[in-house]
């Protein structure tokens, strides 16, 4: 799973990139054999301000299918790739439950 981060007004420093590539490998380990890349964009909406307003979107590749998105947003870099984190693992989760589900089974199994 490849992780391309894209930052926006946001100071970029080996240390947040780091933090970001660690957060979301980790968040996503038990999804990796299903994904092909993620796309982390996180930017400050109002660089001017002096406070950071920011969002961030992460964009998940998966192996086959459509792509999900994301957003989220929060008052610090860390948070708001928290969250944005948070909102993807419980995104795809859902997605696999629903994929899984004893209904889409049958139908699949009645299609044979």
């Known amino acids: 799973m490849q992780v391309n981060l894209h930052l926006k007004n946001v100071k970029d420093t080996p240390a947040f990139q780091g933090l970001i590539q660690k957060r979301v490998s980790s968040s996503l380990k038990k999804f990796t054999q299903l994904i092909e890349s993620v796309d982390v964009h996180v930017e400050d909406e ?17 192996n086959r299918g459509q792509s999900i998105t994301i957003a989220a947003k929060a008052d610090t870099p860390d948070g708001v790739v928290s969250v944005a984190v948070h909102k993807l693992k419980h995104a795809i989760s859902n997605l696999l439950d629903r994929k899984n589900s004893p209904k889409n089974i049958r139908h699949n199994l009645a299609r044979l």
């Open 46 to 62: 109002k660089e001017d301000s002096g406070a950071f307003c920011g969002n961030c979107r992460i964009q998940v590749h998966p």
